[in-house]
């Protein structure tokens, strides 16, 4: 996909966010999953594959419960650099609102390959639009996979799924598993005050 779509969405002299290039972080692969509150809160979860941060967009979040299958919408590719934004993205650029931080760490091929790199296989594995592996972050650990759901008509939608296996659970959801003094949740709540002020009567 590269970052040409990445780059041209953007106006690098109003928002923080980094250019797109290619580069990579070398040793273990990295994830990250940002929580994003732009015109709807939503989790981007993004692989590090190529030299850039192969990204989805995840409505309800990620879950450790096997049972929630999260719609995960595949969108631009973003630049590796991007795993360590954090802030604000000014009113009138694409995805205004705030991004934190949610979880990060290293990743890895469920299956791995006999002669060939751990970035070779997801890339593989993407190509054939099913991926295998497991999460090393702070909240996110153990085997998930990302399905792509066939013959959709709308966007590029996936499955996120948890495997059954030691780190997973019955019950999971991402808010409740956010920090309490979440950036976001702040943004948030400003947000909500805006409307009530601007909307007495609405509850």
């Known amino acids: 996909m590269g970052l040409e779509d990445y780059n041209k969405k953007r106006d690098f002299e109003q928002t923080a966010e980094p250019k797109g290039k290619n580069e990579s972080g070398g040793g273990k692969l990295k994830f990250v999953v940002q929580r994003h509150a732009a015109s709807r809160l939503h989790y981007d979860f993004r692989l590090e594959m190529e030299g850039v941060l192969k990204s989805w967009a995840i409505p309800k979040g990620p879950s450790l419960n096997p049972e929630d299958k999260r719609l995960a919408m595949m969108v631009e590719d973003h630049?590796?650099?991007?795993?360590?934004?954090?802030?604000?993205?000014?009113?009138?650029?694409?995805?205004?609102?705030?991004?934190?931080?949610?979880?990060?760490?290293?990743?890895?091929?469920?299956?791995?390959?006999?002669?060939k790199t751990d970035d070779a296989v997801m890339q593989a594995e993407l190509a054939n639009d099913s991926l295998k592996f497991v999460l090393h972050g702070k909240k996110l650990k153990g085997e998930f996979a990302l399905v792509k759901?066939?013959?959709?008509?709308?966007?590029?939608?996936?499955?996120?799924?948890?495997?059954?296996?030691?780190?997973?659970?019955?019950?999971?959801?991402?808010?409740?598993?956010?920090?309490?003094?979440?950036?976001?949740?702040?943004?948030?709540?400003?947000?909500?005050?805006?409307?009530?002020?601007?909307?007495?009567?609405?509850?």
């Open 79 to 115: 630049p590796y650099a991007y795993r360590t934004f954090e802030g604000s993205i000014p009113k009138g650029n694409y995805g205004a609102g705030e991004v934190e931080i949610w979880d990060e760490g290293t990743y890895e091929p469920l299956e791995k390959v006999k002669g």
């Open 149 to 203: 759901i066939k013959n959709a008509t709308d966007g590029n939608p996936w499955l996120l799924i948890k495997h059954r296996d030691d780190f997973a659970t019955d019950h999971y959801d991402a808010e409740e598993n956010t920090a309490p003094d979440s950036k976001v949740s702040e943004y948030l709540e400003q947000k909500k005050g805006k409307k009530k002020a601007l909307n007495p009567r609405r509850k």
